[in-house]
């Protein structure tokens, strides 16, 4: 029986900042059953332009994007926000007329956020793993907003044996990160940030968890600012067992030890 031939679009924060996602992703879409390829010839979904109203460079970034994935059984993104856009947004920049409305509507009807597509499409109920910690979880706007993942990762990690996981209160509020919204209006981010730092560590967790790159960045910043030992990883790090990659915001790995009990 033929493999489930799936493509992963990277994101460019994946690329450029934090590869152990890529990997991660992988892993996981690899032991699911799934034959992966990455195409060397993806770059940005256009979401940066898209919000900034460049709609010609949006379109020519979303051409390259459809040509690309095209000919895989499903598209996965390491990211909410991505898939978001590769999902939602892509037919709304061609006129139904247009050969490429149809493209980009067969592509959105296959791009999926990696925890989703184990959980949703695959069946996935659980993952192998150990992890003696408390850990918190951020829901990002566009995975939950969009893409109605909530649920999805918190059943994964329910399965990961000695995790424990803690809710914070206003676990569905944004952290001001929201791409370019954090540079336009940097107090208002900063006060979103804040807020949800504290929220964090209210929780007594070891580990926060989130399903966005930008939102993770966003908020291990702010923590470390505040001089907190909460750390941060991507959730796929998590269920692929990856531990030997240091958190997000940490130079070294110093394991969970240190932490609260």
């Known amino acids: 029986m033929a493999r489930t031939r799936v ?18 992703a992988v892993k996981l879409l690899e032991e699911a059953g799934c034959e992966v390829v990455v195409p060397a010839a993806q770059t940005c979904c256009g979401q940066p332009a898209y919000n900034q109203g460049a709609r010609t460079e949006t379109l ?16 996965i993104v390491p990211s909410g926000s991505c898939a978001g856009m ?10 139904p007329d247009d050969p ?10 296959r791009i999926f956020e990696l925890v989703s597509f184990l959980t949703d499409i695959l069946g996935l ?24 993942i909530k649920e999805q990762p918190r059943k994964l ?24 919204f954090c540079v336009k209006y940097p107090d208002i981010s ?4 804040s807020d949800k730092a504290c929220h964090i560590e209210d929780t007594g967790a070891d580990l926060l968890l989130a399903g966005d790159l930008g939102c993770l960045f966003n ?22 067992g990856d531990l030997d990659t240091p958190p997000i915001g940490d130079a070294s790995l110093d394991g969970y030890s240190e932490h609260r009990d």
């Open 60 to 75: 020519e970034l979303a051409r390259q994007t459809i040509e690309t994935f095209a000919g895989f059984d499903y598209v």
């Open 7 to 24: 493509a992963l679009f990277v994101t460019c924060l994946v690329d450029l900042f934090r590869p152990s996602v890529g990997f991660a």
């Open 100 to 109: 490429l409305f149809a493209e980009a509507d067969h592509l959105a009807s």
């Open 125 to 148: 109920t659980q993952v192998e793993g150990q992890l003696q910690a408390k850990a918190t979880y951020h829901d990002s706007c566009s995975g939950l907003r969009e893409l109605d």
């Open 190 to 193: 900063t006060k979103m940030v």
């Open 86 to 95: 590769l999902r939602k947004h892509y037919t709304t920049l061609f006129s």
């Open 157 to 180: 990690l329910a399965g990961i044996e000695g995790l424990r996981l803690i809710e914070m209160e206003d676990s569905e509020v944004c952290c001001g990160f929201g791409g370019t």
């Open 219 to 240: 908020m291990a910043g702010r923590l470390k600012r505040q001089g907190s030992k909460v750390m941060v990883r991507h959730v796929a790090e998590v269920l692929a």
